[in-house]
């Protein structure tokens, strides 16, 4: 799932926080874009591994996504 994320012109980061550490206490996966919004084919990927968006918005100079694996 991180290639095929990574894999998307508008992704500039990916990054898999374990649950030991992310404050849900679930699997979440952070993305940094470089467009305004969460282009269709990042939530579509995200759809397919079974995760929800939780959080997604501006941070300085590029868009901040957060999703959480579905248990």
Same mark, same amino acid.
């Given at each position: 799932?991180?290639? =095929?994320? =990574? ?5 500039? $980061? ?10 849900? !206490?679930?699997?979440?996966? =952070?993305?940094?874009?470089?467009? !305004? $919004? ?8 995200? $759809? =397919? ?11 300085? !100079? ?10």
């Amino acid at each position: 799932m991180v290639n =095929e994320l =990574e894999s998307v012109p508008a992704v500039i $980061g990916v990054d898999v926080v374990s649950p030991s550490v992310d404050p849900t !206490d679930r699997w979440t996966v =952070e993305l940094t874009l470089r467009t !305004d $919004g969460l282009p269709a084919v990042v939530n579509g990927i995200l $759809g =397919e591994y079974g995760l929800t968006l939780r959080h997604a918005g501006p941070r300085d !100079d590029s868009w901040h996504g957060v999703a959480v694996v579905n248990m």
